[in-house]
């Protein structure tokens, strides 16, 4: 599958942005969806994900403001960044991981899609 990510951008604190990221040559509902990220000089970083069956998990420095969703019908999953503080500037990448079948478990990466947030 391969996934493309778009929507970031530069907002200022306070405000919100909604990445989105499309998915193509997979099943898009049997694949478990998440949103990482990765800030200069540190690791990548689980910020979101959410289940074959619509189940998220959101880590904790956002909880309360990140969402996220998925739109099977669109081969979309979403992440809606609310009240984004100067900590949340990152690169975001899309993730995909491959549920039941041949190929149970395989992961795709997006290209990514900066997001600074700065006055």
């Known amino acids: 599958v391969q996934l493309v990510e778009s929507g970031g951008g530069l907002v200022e604190p306070g405000g919100s942005l909604r990445l989105s990221c499309t998915a193509s040559g997979g099943i898009f509902s049997n694949y478990a969806m998440g949103w990482y990220r990765q800030a200069p000089g540190r690791q990548r970083e689980l910020v979101a994900r959410?289940?074959?069956?619509?189940?998220?998990n959101t880590v904790d420095s956002v909880k309360g403001r990140f969402f996220i969703s998925r739109d099977n019908a669109k081969n979309t999953v979403y992440l809606q960044m609310n009240s984004l503080k100067p900590e949340d500037t990152a690169v975001y990448y899309c993730n995909s991981r491959e549920g039941p079948g041949n190929g149970y478990g395989n992961e795709n990466w997006g290209q990514g899609t900066q997001v600074t947030v700065s006055s």
């Open positions: 959410i289940s074959i069956s619509g189940i998220t």
